[in-house]
């Protein structure tokens, strides 16, 4: 993507932009038929994030170029890689803990290992199902609607045209302030809900300006910055939702426990020593001991994240990210 793009009318940039990041998704979609491409995955999941969220802050400028409903099975789609990602994260970080744990406490892991493991198996065997249905006729439809357009030109105009530029810096603005708005918001190391939020509207902000971090300058470094405060806050969210995994597992891991304590103690012949064992060998305590190293997980990422992002401390950065605008507006 080239700066010449920014110099187009908002209607023709959006529409290549769109089709560049298509043609992007599509590539890493043919390669998740090879099973030596550990990246294939990952990739294609980048690439219908990227898509969706330009064509989320370019719609004005796409009309009626994507329907209601064309826009819900692209989210679904891309919704549908999520769970299985999410447990192949939450099985790597618990599986580096192992060494820290007693090996009484190590049951409680395997078992939820085990667990998570089943899950991702069961995601993935969706997924490749979902885009092996899907994904070929989304495409084909999204590259015939963004192909194409119609648009008045008015001669008499009092003012030029906008430009791609123009528009592109107009968004940027907006979703800086969301960005700023939601990081206001976050209260403390347990508020999900705000640092999700502001998760995501940085990884807006960063897809925003990803295309152009090579022509505009200072683009680069500020989306390598975006870069380090979406891992930041991708590791926060991770623990967070570990943490109300580690809850459920719980609840499953005593009540399976009592049914069967229940259910040796009600045996014709109640076998004590088996029961004994049974009692001895609970997995919640192991359960119990990882989420104490999740908390503490959560709030060394949490400090990370306010001594450089909250409480007004992002301010001149952003400042210098709405600053890129001027740059993108007298693009040749």
């Known amino acids: 993507m080239t700066a010449a793009l920014l110099s187009r009318s908002p209607e023709e940039g959006a529409r290549l932009l769109a089709l560049s990041l298509l043609d992007q998704t599509a590539t890493a979609r043919l390669r998740l038929a090879d099973p030596e491409d550990a990246e294939a995955l990952h990739d294609f999941r980048v690439g219908l994030r990227r898509l969706r969220s330009c064509l989320r802050a370019y719609r004005e400028c796409l009309a009626d170029a994507i329907p209601k409903k064309l826009a819900r099975r692209l ?46 198996r069961d995601a993935y065997a969706k997924l490749t199902a979902e885009v092996d249905r899907d994904f070929v006729e989304i495409e084909s439809e999204l590259r ?45 190391a347990a508020d999900e809900r705000e640092a999700h939020r502001a998760r995501i509207s940085a990884k807006r902000v960063r897809y925003l300006l990803e295309p152009f971090a090579g022509e505009v300058d200072g683009a680069a470094a500020v989306v390598k910055r975006f870069k380090a405060v979406q891992d930041l806050f991708g590791d926060l969210h991770d623990a967070h939702m570990l943490e109300l995994e ?14 069967r304590l229940l259910e040796i103690s009600l045996d014709h012949a109640p076998d004590d020593k088996l029961l004994r064992a049974e009692r001895r060998r609970p997995h919640e305590s192991g359960l119990i001991a990882l989420a104490r190293f999740n908390r503490t997980r959560r709030d060394r990422l949490f400090e990370a994240l306010a001594a450089d992002w909250l409480g007004g401390k992002a301010g001149e950065f952003l400042r210098e990210v709405e600053g890129l605008g001027e740059a993108m507006t007298t693009a040749p």
């Open 75 to 120: 989210r679904r789609l891309a919704r549908s890689t999520g769970p299985g990602r999410d447990a192949e994260v939450q099985i790597e970080w618990l599986r580096g803990r192992k060494p820290h744990l007693s090996s009484y406490h190590r049951a409680g892991l395997a078992w939820l290992l085990d667990r998570l493991e089943e899950r991702m």
């Open 144 to 188: 015939a609607r963004l192909s194409v357009y119609r648009t008045e030109v008015h001669l008499d105009a009092a003012q030029p045209p906008a430009t791609f530029g123009d528009t592109t810096t107009a968004i940027l603005r907006r979703q800086v302030a969301e960005l700023e708005d939601h990081l206001a918001r976050i209260a403390d």
């Open 246 to 259: 580690i809850a459920d597992a719980l609840e499953d891991a005593a009540a399976g426990r009592a049914r």
